[in-house]
């Protein structure tokens, strides 16, 4: 599984879940995805649904590769 940094919340609870977020894990950084395990110990619903196909729409590009790959992807388009 990948986290592709959908989420979808009301405003209000949203920014109550991003408070409880900390960085204290190995690399001193925030992570996002801990607001779903934080909802969880909340008692709140969260639900992981299917990308979309093709799963292109979600591409991430972190590389000169993927760049590329997406530029590909576009132009095909």
Same mark, same amino acid.
């Given at each position: *599984?990948?986290?592709?940094?959908?989420?979808?919340?009301?405003?209000?609870?949203?920014? /109550?879940?991003?408070?409880?977020?900390?960085?204290?894990?190995?690399?001193?950084?925030?992570?996002? &995805?801990?607001?779903?395990?934080? /909802?969880?110990? *909340?008692?709140?619903?969260?639900?992981?649904?299917?990308? &979309?196909?093709?799963?292109?729409? =979600?591409?991430?590009?972190?590389?000169? *590769?993927?760049?590329?790959? /997406?530029?590909?992807?576009? =132009?095909?388009?």
């Amino acid at each position: *599984e990948i986290n592709t940094g959908l989420y979808a919340a009301t405003s209000p609870q949203l920014f /109550a879940l991003l408070a409880r977020v900390t960085n204290n894990n190995a690399q001193n950084e925030y992570y996002l &995805p801990d607001v779903a395990k934080i /909802a969880l110990s *909340e008692g709140l619903t969260v639900v992981a649904t299917p990308s &979309p196909q093709p799963a292109t729409e =979600l591409m991430g590009v972190n590389s000169p *590769e993927q760049l590329a790959d /997406a530029e590909q992807t576009f =132009l095909q388009r």
